[in-house]
């Protein structure tokens, strides 16, 4: 297993690696697997990079974030909520996969709340994705549910066949339960890439409304 040191400097590497990303805004912090990022940014879309980055260092069991967005033009320092919820309905209504006369959308201080029904997680994804570059914003609250329109019972073992398919799963240590709308995965995974990745699968179930993805990340040797 890497030391805290070892994997620090894997962290700040794959930081710096980002194009976005300057390696002097993210502060890197790491005991026992559970990385902190602190620092400044100018913008929401680096804070998500830097997080993602982090995320498939192998070694990373959690990743604490706690990057703050600071803007640095007046320009976007100076924006009224009321304009970025402007450019929030159109960005939505520009993207075939939303159905955006069904989500809420809050604007306060930069913050974005999301709120409503949809039927599929990739429309719920879809909406996060396309504002997360928008000027001015500088978080935001994904509580968007899911309520499937699919009827059909969820069966377990069309889900674990799913996880089978996916390469970059090792899903031996994958424990599987489906009752009534809820997936849920239990067991241990190598990489908190792993992790993730089990719950995209999990979340394209046909009928699906919640996944509760409890694996734990246990990297190797």
């Not at 940014?41 to 997080?51: C, F, I, P, Q």
């Not at 674990?160 to 970059?168: C, F, K, V």
Request: aromatic share 4%.
């Amino acid at each position: 297993m890497k030391t805290n040191e070892d994997l620090q400097r894997d962290v700040e590497r794959a930081i710096s690696w980002e194009p976005q990303l300057s390696s002097a805004e993210i502060g890197v912090i790491v005991k026992d697997g559970v990385v902190t990022l602190t620092g400044t940014v100018d913008n929401y879309s680096k804070k998500l990079e830097a997080e993602d980055a982090a995320k498939n260092v192998n070694g990373v069991k959690v990743v604490v974030e706690k990057i703050l967005v600071r803007f640095n033009g007046t320009s976007m320092a100076g924006r009224e909520d009321t304009e970025i919820a402007i450019d929030i309905v159109n960005a939505l209504k520009g993207k075939w996969q939303v159905p955006h006369d069904k989500v809420k959308v809050m604007v306060e201080d930069g913050w974005v709340s999301l709120e409503g029904v949809l039927h599929w997680n990739f429309e719920r994804e879809a909406v996060e994705k396309a504002i997360t570059h928008l000027a001015g914003v500088k978080g935001i609250s994904n509580e968007i549910t899911i309520q499937s329109t699919i009827d059909n019972e969820i069966r377990r073992e069309e889900v674990e066949a799913a996880l089978a398919r996916n390469g970059s799963i090792d899903d031996v240590d994958i424990l599987v339960h489906a009752f009534g709308r809820t997936v849920t995965l239990r067991g241990t995974v190598t990489s908190l890439f792993q992790k993730n990745e089990a719950g995209r699968t999990a979340w394209k179930t046909p009928g699906v409304w919640i996944v509760d993805n409890a694996l734990v990340v246990e990297p190797e040797d």
